[in-house]
Every structure is written in C-alpha cells, then in structure tokens.
C-alpha cells in the first residue's frame, strides 16, 4: 500500500538558507522582549530558516502556563519584520487558524495532542479549505501510524499540498532517557508509504533534555529526514515552558555546526559497484535467516502436535529461559548487540506461542499484537 498524497515539493515552499534545514525558536512566545530578543539571535546564527514559537499551548493540568495568546502573534510579526525570518506557529483550532492567517505567519503545524483527535483535525483542515499555506502535521501522542496518516490526509483533502510531518516521539508508559520514544521504525514506515512526504524531526520533544538533542539530531539526519525542528530561547533557564530542553541561540548553532551532513545516495560507479556487491551478499544471508527460521517452525509445528497430542502446555517456561541464556551467550561471543538479540529471540518465542496455539485449537488464532 502506498500513501496518496497531493504534494509540492518543500524546497518549492520553504527556502533553506542554510543545510539542514532548521526551525527554532522559543518553545512559549513569552514576552515581547522575549521573543524579539531570541529571534535576534537566532537570525544571526544564520542557520535557521524560520522561526518557530508556540502561541497556544495546550498543557497536561490546568493552571500551567497555557501560551501568551494571540498578542504574541503580533509579537512575532515584528520578529518577522525585523528579522526576515518566516514564521510558524502551531495550531488547534478554527480560530486559532484564522489568527495566525490574519496575522501573516508563513507556516502552521498541528501538534501531536490534536493529531490524536480526528474532530480536531478536521476542524482545523476545515478552517484550512481555500487557503494556500504550508501545514506540518506532528505525530500523534500514541504511537498510532493510521492517526498520522489520517491527520495527514485530511489536512491534504482540504487541499493543502505544501505538507510535511514531524517526528516528535511517542509517550510510552515505560520510563527511558527519552520524554517521548522515537521509536524510528514508525517514521520510517511513514516515509516507506510516501516517500514524497517531507518528515522533520523534533529533537527537543523527543529528548526532553539538552543533552541528548545532538545525538537524536545527528540520527535524524542519518535517518534522511528533511530537517530539524529545535527549541532555542535567549536564556533557558527562566524559560515558562520546557526549560530542560531548550538551546541557548549560540548553542544551537554550535550544535548546528557538529552535525555531518550525509547523502541519500551517490552516483559514483565504484561506491555503486561495491555497495551491490555487498548487498548481493545480504541477499543471500537473509534467504538462509528465513530458511532456517521456516525449518525451525516445522520443527515448532512437531513439537505442538506432540504435546497437543499428550495433553502438555504450549509453555515451557525452564526450556525457554534455558535457550534465551543459552542463545544470548553464543551471540554475545560472536558479538551481536544483547538487547537485539533478547528481542529477536522473543520474537520467535512468540511466533511458537502463536503457531502451537493455532494446533491445539485446530484453527487460525485470534491475531494478537
Ligand atoms: O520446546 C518446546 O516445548 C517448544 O514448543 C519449542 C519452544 C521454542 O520455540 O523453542 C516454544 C515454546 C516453549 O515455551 C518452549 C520452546
């Protein structure tokens, strides 16, 4: 299944000044003062090519700082005017769409609280109909590809094509180094269904913290997104909102200048020739992966019958704890990643699990996830 999507190239719609691609900002608009002085600096860095800060903020509790309102949109006019640079805001509702239109900003985005929510969604891409404005549309909280899509989607059906998404993470229950999962594999998944469709992602978001923002920017980057999306604000420290994960300006552009800029590809004949040679051999070790792992299910497929046949439990609780240490001690002395190799084994386990489940009840299971 591929994504149909109506879409205009970005650098038709968004002029880079300078690569990658950068969106900063503060993450709140606060003060006038506030915000013209962080857009200074941020212009003067000369790597951001729009200036990014959050008007309407929706927040957990209430009684949180919840945005400045729309007398930050004319804040960011001035900012504008005075610094050349475009402006972006995000948006939730109707109204907020008309503000930020009436008041000139260059880009809107949808956050990932209100991707969650179709009615959201469409009342935004409803407010959107005959309007020609570039819209980024954030993931959603959950890590819900469809919900992205779907918000995707009906934004293009009001016919925006100047569309991009931004990766920001997942919240998940477990606690990591990450504030939000980045869970690579679902932005990827976007961009495999629509390879067209521009994803930038959001560092700040997914880290929650500085210190990881140059790691998940640099992977970003390696994992070909179009660009980045980073909260700057002059002095972080007093920041109202998210004051853990924002870059001072001239951080930012230190950061900015660390990161390797790496190709999709590259026409030379001899890194060609070389790369299909070693993806030839790829080929061949992923038919005898999948071939032994169909072997290893006929041998799975035996073992059910038996112990269906005998009465005896799909689970084998002391068997499967002595392969998983067993196994994990082979990989580890031929230097596989443990973590990997946990997962993969669980993986199999779970394949068993099913496919034994379908002998003894003689049927096709109820497919869990
Ligand atoms: O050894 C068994 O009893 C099996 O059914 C095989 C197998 C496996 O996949 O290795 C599957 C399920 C059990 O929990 C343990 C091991």
Redesign the pocket.
């Known amino acids: 299944m591929k994504l149909n999507l109506k879409l205009q190239p970005i650098d038709t719609w968004l002029k880079k000044t300078s690569e990658p691609l950068l969106i900063a900002g503060p993450c709140s608009a606060e003060t006038e003062d506030q915000l013209l002085a962080t857009a200074h600096l941020i212009a003067k860095t000369g790597k951001a090519s729009v200036l990014r800060a959050g008007i309407w903020k929706p927040r957990t509790r209430p009684g949180e700082f919840e945005g400045i309102g729309s007398i930050g949109l004319e804040w960011l006019k001035r900012a504008k005017e005075e610094t050349g640079l475009p402006t972006a805001v995000e948006v939730a509702t109707a109204k907020h769409v008309e503000e930020a239109l009436a008041a000139g900003v260059d880009i809107l985005w949808v956050g990932a609280r209100s991707t969650v929510n179709p009615f959201t969604v469409q009342e935004i891409a409803d407010a959107l109909k005959g309007v020609d404005v570039p819209v980024l549309v954030k993931n959603p909280v959950n890590p819900d590809l469809q919900l992205w899509i779907g918000a995707l989607e009906r934004i293009n059906n009001a016919g925006i094509t100047k569309l991009g998404a931004i990766h920001r993470g997942f919240s998940s229950f477990e606690k990591t180094a990450f504030r939000n999962e980045p869970m690579w594999e679902i932005a990827i998944q976007l961009k495999t269904l629509c390879p067209e469709l521009p994803i930038i992602n959001d560092p700040s978001h997914i880290c929650g913290n500085r210190e990881l923002i140059p790691y998940i920017s640099q992977k970003a980057l390696d994992m070909d997104m179009q660009g980045l999306m980073i909260e700057s604000h002059l002095d972080p420290s007093v920041a109202w909102t998210d004051a853990k994960q924002q870059l001072t300006p001239s951080a930012l552009s230190e950061l900015m200048d660390h990161l390797t800029l790496r190709k999709p590809e590259i026409r030379d004949k001899e890194f060609t020739d070389k790369l299909a040679s070693l993806r030839e051999n790829i080929d061949k070790l992923d038919d005898q992966i999948i071939q032994k792992i169909a072997e290893r299910m006929q041998v799975?497929q035996k073992?059910?019958e038996y112990?269906r046949d005998n009465g005896v439990t799909?689970?084998?609780?002391n068997?499967?704890d002595q392969?998983m240490h067993k196994r994990s001690a082979f990989a580890s002395a031929l230097k596989l990643d443990l973590n990997f190799t946990g997962k993969f084994l669980e993986l199999?386990?779970s394949e068993?699990?099913r496919k034994?489940t379908e002998i003894m009840n003689d049927k096709p299971v109820v497919e869990e996830k």
């Open positions: 799975v073992i059910g112990k799909i689970l084998q609780v068997r499967w392969i199999i386990h068993s699990i034994q």
